[in-house]
């Protein structure tokens, strides 16, 4: 019997790409050679793949076409590395490497990265050279950043001028990075926070821009010529093949079973933040409620991992590692110092870095449990109103507690009861229920704390390959029938965004948030390879989709709010319309329900009304909306400048906006002195004036008496 883990959570995958190794990294010894059965992985991943995965698409050309354009950028991510002959070489043998799967035939794998051994050790030695002259920091000219949909070079003298930009936006980089840090410190002598950072970052700050880029690119040649061992490469093909078909389908090597079973794990010492690969680098999908990055406050969903150091060791590059490597790095034993060097996420040309400085500690359930509090609000019509936040990180469950029948397993749907239980005994006057952040979890917490809100009816649809289900809530009565505002944003995936869609649908609630929530609707089970053993590894496949009850899928759109308030996740590629290969969005005929009365929907035009103009005029929500504007402003200029003076002006500019989001965030770092003070959360205080716009508005209708 097939094993299966049902999971709705935004989860780390695998490497899909490269980057620039920082420098002082230090090598790492090459990974001991497991060797695997690669001939029977590979064939029994390709006879499983189509049958269990939810479209059921043949492995056909069309497939070993695609898995071949994703296999290339693995390894050259910004198509730098090959050239365009070699794409050309490669692409003739693309539409056949179906077959060679099926044959259990990998070599190909090996094929291509040999080739880019080779280009590496070239380009090395080029840029060796290049740095060897030197560069005219004075010219202006631009280096395009943003090359992932960008040509390969077709000659060697294009190659020559691309590496030449890309080799001397490195070095004005460090340059400019310099100048500023000496600027500022001669502006601001007694600033501690850039004496902290020199001390933190030791060694690295000492290296020249010439001596910095040069390390890069000696660590990461070591890297590729001595850390990717057979289950590496295998893994990476593979996946290739299974991300074909959408992008939440893997294989998983022995080793990434292992890590995945951790990851699942909610006694992982750590950071507290999920990973996923992208440009080569760990890129923050979320901060884990409870855990050490959360508590701290600097690192940011959406910052990227170059390096790891362990205590007041020096940095280690995690460019170019499977993801499994590289979170093995930032794991640790529980009071250790771990030190991450990030690009932020606001940075999208990838061209500063950051050092956080964190503890590990333990995740503890409790931190991640759901939290109710209440607030006592005074209008302006000095009318005193109490209002329930109700907050939930994950939809989280202890399924062997529950599987066993134990009356008191962990469930987010009883802490969310005994929570809104604690509310009507308070006569709250309103409710938010905060999912932002929240990555789905139990599907059957969610729809059992959707029926919390409403009467009997249907929750969500979900599409299996055996056709189209209705999962209802069963229980006649609701726990709340007042006021309700649920709170999302672009990190609300799965879980959540299953319950924010069905309130949506019915009408039971105002939808306040960003622009959308992340649009993940699809659901993962993991097969072994194997029934007797791990030897294999397992297939994760995407096995379901989610539907509304209203029939639209929350695939790739996700749910979109009714009020939308301003987010620099809207400026930022957070979502599942920019993984490659997402599945489209399609729909199912609607399911019979009986909207709840009297709807939202009227209200829904003065609410927006009234909260667009607030936060036009409000201070902190104007810093929120320069600073997106700023990042939209980037993503839309795929080039940057490589004169110096310019590069300097850039970062300057970028330091002085920083200065004041770093107060704002300074705040956010909480102490055991101040653990019982709110923290500055604009985003929720607009809600919770919204929740009053809406009692005032809907008085006298009905809204507010009991159904």
């Known amino acids: 019997m097939q094993k299966c883990i049902l999971f709705l959570s935004i989860f780390a995958a695998l490497l899909t790409g490269c980057g620039r190794p920082p420098a002082n990294a230090i090598a790492i010894p090459p990974a001991e050679e497991k060797p695997l059965p690669a001939d029977r992985i590979a064939a029994r991943l390709a006879d499983r793949l189509p049958r269990v995965h939810l479209n059921r698409a043949l492995l056909d050309a069309a497939i070993s076409t695609n898995a071949l354009a994703l296999y290339i950028d693995t ?56 740095l060897d002259k030197g560069f005219n920091t004075d010219k202006d000219e631009v280096w395009q950043w943003k090359r992932d949909q960008a040509p390969w070079a077709e000659s060697e003298a294009e190659w020559d001028d691309l590496w030449r930009r890309k080799i001397k936006n490195e070095y004005v980089s460090r340059c ?27 060694a690295e700050k000492n290296l020249s821009p010439d001596e910095f880029v040069r390390e890069r690119y000696k660590q990461f040649k070591l890297l590729i010529d001595t850390n990717y061992d057979h289950e590496t490469i295998l893994q990476r093909y593979l996946s290739s093949f299974t991300r074909s078909y959408d992008p939440h389908s893997d294989y998983l090597s022995p080793r990434s079973v292992e890590d995945f079973d951790i990851a699942m794990s909610l006694s992982l010492v750590g950071v507290g933040a999920t990973l996923r690969s992208e440009d080569g680098m760990a890129k923050v999908i979320q901060i884990i409620k409870g855990g050490p990055a959360d508590k701290d406050g600097r690192l940011e969903t959406g910052d990227k991992i170059m390096a790891v150091a362990q205590g007041d060791g020096e940095a280690v590059s995690i460019l170019h590692w499977p993801l499994s490597k590289a979170v093995r790095q930032i794991r640790g034993e529980k009071g250790t110092k771990v030190v991450l060097t990030v690009i932020p996420a606001d940075d999208i040309t990838g061209t500063r870095t950051k050092e956080i400085d964190l503890i590990r500690d333990e995740v503890k359930l409790e931190e991640q449990a759901a939290k109710g509090e209440v607030r006592e609000i005074l209008t302006p019509a000095d009318q005193r109103l109490r209002f329930g936040i109700l907050t939930l990180p994950e939809f989280y469950a202890d399924f062997d507690a529950v599987r066993a029948g134990k009356a008191d397993a962990r469930r987010a749907a009883a802490d969310v009861k005994r929570i809104l239980t604690e509310f009507n005994t308070n006569s709250v006057d309103g409710v938010i229920f905060d999912l932002r952040n929240d990555g789905g979890g139990s599907l059957a917490d969610a729809i059992e704390i959707a029926g919390f809100f409403i009467p009997l009816g249907p929750i969500v649809q979900v599409r299996e390959q055996r056709g189209v289900s209705v999962l209802p809530d069963n229980d006649i009565s609701t726990l709340y029938d007042g006021p309700l505002i649920i709170l999302v944003n672009r990190l609300s995936a799965s879980a959540s965004e299953i319950v924010a869609a069905a309130m949506q649908d019915y009408g039971r609630a105002v939808i306040v948030g960003d622009a959308k929530t992340h649009g993940k609707g699809t659901v993962q ?87 667009g103009e607030r936060t036009a005029n409000d201070e902190e929500f104007k810093k929120i909306i320069s600073r997106r504007d700023r990042i939209q402003k980037r993503m839309n200029t795929p080039e940057v400048s490589l004169k110096l003076t310019d590069r300097i002006a850039e970062i300057v500019n970028e330091k002085e906006i920083e200065d004041v989001q770093d107060k704002m965030e300074e705040l956010l770092v909480r102490t055991d002195e101040d653990e019982n003070e709110k923290l500055p959360d604009p985003v929720l205080d607009e809600t919770i004036r919204i929740l009053t716009d809406f009692i005032e508005i809907s008085a006298g209708t009905g809204m507010l008496l009991a159904q």
């Open 525 to 611: 089970s993991v097969f072994p390879l194997s029934r007797l053993s791990d030897e294999l590894g397992s297939l994760k496949a995407t096995t379901a989709s989610f539907y509304r009850i209203a029939g639209g899928s929350t695939q790739l759109k996700g749910v979109q709010p009714d009020v939308i308030l301003p987010s620099i996740y809207d400026a930022i590629e957070i979502g599942e319309e920019f993984l490659p290969n997402a599945l489209p969005w399609t729909q199912v005929r609607n399911a019979y329900y009986r909207p709840w009365s009297p709807s939202v929907k009227p209200y829904l035009p003065e609410l927006q009304t009234r909260s």
């Open 176 to 202: 400019a990075a310099i100048e500023a840090d000496a600027k500022n410190k001669k502006e601001h002598p007694a600033d501690e926070t850039a004496e902290a950072k020199d001390k933190k970052t030791g």
């Open 75 to 130: 390894l050259d991510y910004d198509h730098t590395w090959f050239l365009a002959s070699d794409i050309e070489e490669f692409r003739q043998s693309g539409p056949e490497l179906y077959k060679k799967i099926l044959d259990g035939d990998t070599a190909f794998a090996h094929t291509v990265f040999e080739r880019f051994k080779e280009r590496v050790t070239d380009r090395v030695e080029f840029t060796y050279a290049l």
